[in-house]
């Protein structure tokens, strides 16, 4: 007994040692975590700063990698990073609130909370003296980073939304089977009664599947919020761009709630018609996200309309099984063709999401001069590129990534990026986006039109030579069909949750999301009477009166970004 | 429920003079299919989760998985393991865990003891200080400017210290306690006992069931938590846990499906793994440490059990 009370008093001894061990060792751990610093050849002060970032970032390694050294030894600057885990809002709320302000901040949606706890430097003035790369990026476009009209300041270096972009990839509109068209002999794809004949004709010869499961002519994803996936097909197919849940009058620029436009209440009909002849999938609006991708892998939906990040687990779960004649080519659908498929109206550079510096910082303009290297071409390049001689090379004048370090970043991506760096700062810097090239000619990323061929199947091949195109962007109307919108894209108005519209806009889409499926899902018969029942409970909870508080957004931004 | 069921059923045909009735062996039957059935619809999730986690996850996306894989892989596992930081986290999590359960069962155990004893005048004023802490917390950002005020943060400390005081486990130990006969104690008194013998001699030993089942809420609460980490320690990646790092892995893989950034990405996603099976292959790591601790502490919760059917 006696030994065995030693034996306890000797363990809770060496335990509180331990914790005694543990609590005094920590407090040299945090400063020792910051003095990584490189020898700084030119002469710079090398520094540390601190840098929180709302979006997660797990390959990030202290910019030990290859790129990082680069950065580290041409700007004598080290972030000591921490990204967000979970839901950002709470820690940048902490972070505003205790007045521990890091030194650069990435609060994206959030940046307001550090506005009105004074947490952040109005960087107009900075960006003016000490930053001559992120001035000639943004050019004119510097009125969209403004914060609002009453407080017209800059307070983040936009570095989401990529400057200047052309979208090189169709990955939206409507998609049929490459087996579904080839049996139909590629007629022209263009109107929801084209896309209807191709999928009826086929359907009626094959019926069933070669397991005996029945063929679907047609299917939607409505689970939860991809309820928007269906909703949004309301604009697409009535020559809308995305503008959120408004259709933006590009004269008058007057908001107005989309399903309250009459064209699209043919469209929502087609749908019912859809339904009516069997060609829609029945359980559209009750399937589940992952029933919806197992119907697709298992090839027996002949037609989709939805965008590929929705639809493409189940397509790669074809492509591993061969299947490739039941995957997926994308048509510019539209109710008929005095409309435009939309897909490639841009939404253009709309300052967004950016880089903070805080008013705590240790050097602000050291700060500014860190980012304006990154937002240099050469900070790009490197980035995207990495460096040269040991990820890409320059053949007469071409820039191209050496094969194996391709090969690498295909079959080992996370451990290449923690070692490499690509693409890690991409959202530090002021960037363009894909289809821009440099200035010796090259592409500034690394995701360009010829780069799309390598990827596509023999069956995705026969079908766009069938209709004598390189890419699906070429059967689509291209940007320079479009004039760019005054205001950007609608949906990048960030608002406030208590704004009156934002309150208003959710009852309404209780209703909408209540009728939408009960019209389509109707009697043919039946369906005016719904949509009319549907349009009268919009106007008695006040669709009118949203309009008219979003129209004042829209009105808003368009005075903000043209103030000079 | 289920083993007080079937002791009231297994009491009463002893009653009978072991001889069983119809009615005995109808109910018998309904308690074994009522009981299988709890159990197939406890383990079949889990079984389920572990089939995905084993099953590769473009052959994931075709459904209809159950509790086979249908194409055996370890390559969700591997991905997860990849990442770095997940060692250091693991001794974290451990040491977290082992610190903070046996610390907490000490000082929850002490607190107990004093405040089960009539002949201290503060208890009541005490027990509803520590009851107020149940239903009122102090919030998110004063907790965080309290531990930042007492240099908590970037510390291991963070993790135990305020936990060490819980409310609802001294809570359980103290009626434990209160359920023991006090005359115990008077006599250790009596043979020259001095509190902190009759505490560490007399009281602990016969605690052992109540200190099992808060050993287990502290212990779970321990290595499930990653919030702390993230709040007070997350800049410093000696101090990680693995919970934490888990959690990453689990928002990268997520955010890179959706945000494909470079073309050769598309080649990627291809290879790479779905963030379902990720997410399916974390619950199954992190649920094995605790199913390999339960079966040992166990032991304790069935002697509670009959131990406290005898004394009543």
Redesign the interface.
């Known amino acids: 007994m006696k030994s065995g009370n030693k034996k306890i008093v000797a363990s809770v001894l060496s335990l509180v040692m331990i914790t005694a061990l543990v609590g005094c060792s920590n407090p040299f751990a945090t400063d020792s975590s910051g003095d990584h610093l490189p020898d700084s050849g030119d002469g710079k002060q090398p520094i540390t700063f601190t840098y929180f970032s709302e979006d997660s970032s797990t390959n990030w390694n202290n910019m030990n990698d290859e790129v990082g050294k680069v950065i580290k030894e041409k700007t004598g600057v080290t972030l000591s990073a921490e990204f967000a885990v979970g839901d950002p809002v709470q820690k940048l709320s902490l972070i505003a609130a205790t007045g521990n302000y890091p030194d650069l901040i990435a609060a994206k949606a959030d940046v307001g909370k550090l506005v009105d706890a004074g947490a952040i430097l109005d960087l107009t003035d900075l960006i003016n003296e000490h930053a001559p790369n992120i001035k000639k990026m943004l050019g004119d476009k510097i009125v969209r980073t403004k914060y609002s009209l009453d407080d017209q300041a800059i307070y983040a270096v936009p570095t989401w939304s990529a400057v200047d972009e052309k979208k090189i990839r169709a990955d939206a509109g409507f998609e049929l089977q490459h087996r579904v068209v080839k049996e139909a002999g590629y007629p022209e794809i263009r109107t929801v009664q084209d896309y209807e004949k191709v999928i009826q004709s086929y359907l009626s010869k094959h019926p069933v599947d070669e397991n005996g499961n029945k063929n679907i002519g047609m299917s939607l994803n409505a689970d939860d919020w991809h309820m928007y996936q269906v909703t949004n097909l309301g604009f697409q197919t009535t020559g809308g761009p995305d503008d959120g849940e408004y259709y933006i009058d590009q004269k008058t620029h007057q908001a107005t709630y989309h399903f309250r436009r009459p064209e699209e209440k043919e469209f929502f009909r087609w749908l019912n018609h859809m339904n009516a002849i069997g060609l829609l999938d029945p359980e559209s609006f009750v399937q589940k996200t992952d029933q919806f991708k197992a119907k697709v892998a298992s090839g027996r939906i002949l037609g989709l309309a939805d965008p590929e990040w929705d639809y493409g687990d189940g397509q790669n779960a074809l492509r591993a099984a061969s299947k490739f004649d039941q995957t997926y080519g994308h048509y510019p659908v539209t109710m008929s063709k005095e409309y435009k498929d939309t897909s490639f109206w841009l939404a253009g550079f709309d300052g967004g999401y950016g880089i903070s510096i805080s008013s705590t910082c240790k050097d602000p303009v050291l700060a500014i001069k860190f980012l304006d290297f990154l937002a240099s071409e050469e900070g790009q390049v490197l980035n995207n590129w990495g460096i040269e001689g040991k990820h890409y090379t320059v053949k007469n004048g071409k820039r191209s990534f050496i094969p194996e370090v391709q090969e690498r970043a295909n079959n080992d991506s996370a451990a290449f990026q923690k070692e490499a760096g690509l693409g890690l700062y991409w959202n530090m810097m002021v960037h363009y986006g894909d289809g821009i090239k440099d200035s010796t000619g090259n592409y500034f990323t690394r995701n360009y039109p010829e780069l799309l061929s390598l990827n596509y199947s023999n069956a995705e091949k026969e079908t766009l030579k069938a209709y004598k195109a390189k890419h699906w962007k070429d059967l689509f109307p291209t940007e320079e069909d479009f004039q760019p919108r005054a205001y950007g894209a609608a949906y990048t108005i960030s608002l406030p949750n208590d704004d009156p519209s934002m309150i208003l806009g959710a009852k309404m889409k209780d209703i909408t999301w209540k009728y939408i499926p009960e019209a389509v899902m109707s009697k043919p018969e039946d369906f005016d009477r719904i949509w009319d029942a549907y349009m009268a409970e919009l106007e008695k909870d006040g669709v009118q009166e949203m309009e008219k508080i979003y129209t004042q957004h829209i009105q808003d931004r368009i005075k903000l970004w043209s103030a000079q | 429920m289920g083993t007080a069921n079937s002791t009231t059923s297994a009491s009463r045909s002893k009653n009978k003079l072991h001889t069983k009735s119809i009615q005995d062996r109808i109910l018998e039957v309904i308690v074994y299919v009522s009981m299988i059935l709890v159990t197939v619809l406890t383990l079949y999730p889990f079984l389920n989760v572990l089939a995905i986690s084993l099953n590769d996850s473009?052959?994931t996306?075709?459904?209809?998985i159950t509790i086979w894989p249908r194409e055996f892989t370890l390559k969700n596992y591997d991905?997860i393991f990849?990442?770095?930081g997940l060692i250091t986290g693991f001794q974290n999590s451990v040491?977290r865990t082992v610190?903070g359960t046996?610390?907490g069962l000490?000082s929850g155990s002490m607190l107990a003891f004093v405040l089960a004893r009539n002949d201290f005048g503060g208890r009541r004023w005490i027990s509803m200080f520590l009851a107020i802490t149940m239903y009122v917390s102090g919030g998110?950002?004063p907790g965080?400017?309290l531990m930042?005020d007492l240099?908590l943060i970037?510390?291991?400390?963070v993790y135990?210290l305020p936990g060490l005081v819980s409310a609802f486990n001294i809570f359980v130990i103290r009626s434990f306690i209160d359920g023991l006969p006090y005359a115990l104690q008077e006599s250790a008194k009596l043979d020259g006992a001095n509190d902190f013998v009759i505490y560490?001699?007399v009281i602990l030993p016969l605690c052992k069931p109540a200190l099992a089942t808060v050993a287990l809420f502290l212990a779970v609460g321990q290595w499930n938590s990653?919030?702390d980490t993230?709040?007070f320690n997350?800049?410093?990646?000696?101090?990680t846990t693995l919970q934490?790092e888990l959690?990453?892995?689990l928002?990268?893989t997520t955010?890179s499906a959706?945000n494909s950034?470079?073309?050769?990405n598309?080649?990627?996603?291809?290879?790479?793994v779905?963030p379902?099976s990720v997410k399916m292959a974390i619950t199954i790591i992190v649920t094995i440490p605790i199913l390999i601790v339960y079966p040992f502490l166990q032991k304790y919760f069935v002697k509670g059990m009959t131990l406290g059917a005898v004394k009543s």
């Open positions: 473009v052959d996306v075709r459904g209809g991905l990849t990442y770095k040491l610190i046996v610390l000490l998110m950002i965080f400017i930042k240099h970037n510390t291991f400390a135990v560490w001699r990653w919030f993230y709040l997350g800049s410093n990646e000696t101090l934490y959690m990453k892995i928002q990268s955010t959706t950034q470079d073309a050769s598309m080649a990627e996603r291809m290879a790479q779905s379902e």
